[in-house]
């Protein structure tokens, strides 16, 4: 079986780079200025995968099917409606499934472009449209010289063009699909305009997504125009109310000069693909960029090419989760720091405060910044216990950061009281109400931050030497491991079920919690709106159960740094 998941593997991500994709292809009806898609290759095919794929049947036993029966118990009737429509349309649409967010003058229009039989398909979604929204009115349009529905109150309209139904919510925009469509039937002629398909840098993203299932891109130029725009239009309503106040925009943070700080415009595309093997899952997904400014900075100062595996994690069967990656949070935040001292003026008043600890305390945060050197890594046994998990950092100059460590302690007195322990290694135990409930300590470069029974762990661990059994041991890791091509600046493994049962647990103690607030201040009415809202939620959420044992499986993903970018492919295998 591990042989037959490694070859599937293997050959899925070949395809990105040898097999030709899909001739289809509704996406070469986008025009240039989409700013976002996401794509079906095949509903038929991606249903039968999933009703033999065991990964996918057992979401659709333990988690989608109990949440559709509690929609159905918690409104029969809409829920009967929608799956009356869901099966009326997937009789319609059976090939390609594309939606897609195009920018207009004013705004931008979603869309939908499907595969369909044909013209005769277009009564019967109006009578499933008319289903939907009985207080609807449909009118029939000619629109470039076909017929297509249009709803005057909402904007929404839809025709269909040759065998592609279209979906849009403004006619103009409707009417220069269906100009586009109808041109391209001719094999002579092509559409006047440029379209996304023509995008280099979609073609590049569009030959790595290659034969996935369902896949999503995003265009990160035109978004950043977008962004521009919107801040521009911020920055003037943020004037017109600052005319009759000027001193008021001392201690506004204008859109403009922030977005230009953060250079969206660096950022050429996003995207993402996933498809289905023989009992998993396989993802890949990438960022690339046209120069080394703004939020790329962010990236390119942080991480590095390849990555350690610290034998500080010891082999334990209760693992939850595990990373390792070549990434400098304290370069991180510097460059953060720099897009935020040309983003805004503001910046100075954090910067004086900076300059104030240096002079007072001779804390230096820039300094110890430095020193949280490229390497950072993450061990935890209990998804749903943060007090199971250790935090782990390269440091250059231990030092320095085990007296910022005590200044921390110090400002955050009297809640927080530090207690340094001498032996080997030394700790610092953080004491709140009498009680140790974090400690730090440094071992072999390193600083180890956790609860103190985890850090006996970890300290045991060292203990024994560099030869001994580790983390990166454990079988299931190793498996994944051998699914993903080498290198690498980065390494994440994460138990499933495991991460199922905690986010689950998450949503019904939070809405517990928020319950238990509205019930302590009773007396406002908006506090019992939202405890009555958190005890549905809470009863919602409490019907779902994930035992020991339920989605045993793997999740591995590695990051890869590229020349323009950045990738990570990601495998989800069943434990053996």
């Given amino acids: 079986m591990k042989n037959i998941i490694k070859t599937l593997v293997v050959a899925t991500f070949s395809s990105i780079a040898l097999a030709p994709f899909s001739a289809a292809e509704l996406e ?21 995968q999933s009703e033999t794929n065991p990964l996918a049947a057992e979401f659709d036993t333990k988690i989608f099917t109990p949440f559709w029966m509690e929609l159905k ?126 995008s280099a840098e979609f073609k590049k ?53 922030v977005a230009k700080a953060f250079a969206p415009e660096a950022v050429n595309s996003i995207w993402s693909s996933a498809s289905f093997t023989e009992d998993g899952m396989v993802a890949d997904s990438a960022i690339s960029w046209n120069a080394n400014k703004g939020i790329v900075t962010l990236w390119t100062a942080a991480i590095k090419d390849g990555f350690e595996k610290p034998t500080l994690f010891p082999l334990s069967g209760e693992l939850a989760s595990v990373s390792s990656s070549n990434f400098s949070l304290g370069k991180f935040s510097l460059q953060l720091m720099a897009l935020a001292r040309e983003a805004t003026p503001l910046f100075g008043i954090a910067e004086m405060q900076m300059m104030n600890l240096k002079a007072a305390e001779n804390l230096d945060v820039p300094a110890t910044l430095v020193a949280l050197d490229n390497g950072f890594f993450t061990y935890s046994l209990s998804a749903e216990k943060p007090e199971e998990a250790v935090w782990v950092q390269n440091v250059s100059d231990e030092k320095s950061v085990g007296f910022a460590l005590e200044k921390i302690a110090e400002k955050l007195a009297p809640n927080v009281s530090l207690v340094k322990v001498a032996g080997t290694p030394e700790r610092y135990n953080f004491v709140v109400a009498e009680e140790n409930v974090l400690s730090a300590v440094f071992l072999n470069g390193k600083l180890c931050v956790g609860t103190p029974d985890m850090l006996e762990k970890i300290i045991s661990q060292a203990a024994e030497g560099a030869g001994a059994p580790s983390v990166w041991d454990n079988a299931n890791i190793k498996a994944g491991e051998a699914l993903l091509p080498a290198g690498g600046c980065g390494i994440s493994y994460a138990h499933l079920g495991k991460t199922i049962a905690a986010a689950l647990a998450e949503i019904q103690e939070s809405t517990a919690l928020t319950a238990l607030d509205a019930e302590a201040d009773g007396e406002l009415i908006v506090d019992e709106t939202e405890g009555a809202a958190a005890d549905n939620i809470g009863e919602f959420f409490s019907k779902f159960k994930v035992e020991k044992g339920d989605f045993d499986y793997s999740v591995l993903s590695k990051s890869y740094l590229e020349e323009n970018g950045i990738s990570a492919k990601t495998v989800i295998y069943k434990n053996k």
């Avoid at 070469?28 to 898609?37: D, Q």
């Fill in 28 to 48: 070469r009806f986008l025009p240039g200025k989409t700013l976002a898609l996401a794509k079906i290759e095949n509903i038929d095919k991606l249903e039968k």
């Fill in 205 to 257: 993203a569009r030959e790595r997504i290659g034969n996935a299932d369902f896949w999503i891109y995003a265009d990160g130029k035109t978004i950043a125009k977008k962004i521009y725009a919107a801040a521009e239009e911020f920055d003037k309503k943020e004037l017109e109310k600052a005319q009759d106040n000027p001193g008021a925009l001392m201690f506004s943070v204008l859109m403009t000069p």
């Fill in 73 to 198: 118990a918690e409104n029969p009737e809409d829920s009967a409606k929608f799956s009356s429509t869901c099966a009326e349309l997937s009789k319609i649409f059976s090939g390609e499934v594309l939606f897609a967010v195009v920018d207009g003058k004013e705004s931008c229009h979603p869309v939908i472009l499907a595969d369909c039989s044909g013209v005769a398909d277009l009564e019967k979604i109006t009578e499933i449209y008319k289903k939907s929204y009985p207080d609807t009115t449909l009118e029939t349009i000619g629109v470039a010289g076909v017929d297509a529905k249009n709803a005057p109150k909402n904007g929404d309209c839809f025709t269909v063009v040759g065998k592609t139904f279209i979906f849009s919510d403004d006619v103009s925009v409707l009417k220069k699909f269906v100009k586009t469509i109808m041109i391209s039937s001719h094999v002579k002629q092509k559409a006047k305009g440029k379209s996304l398909a023509d």
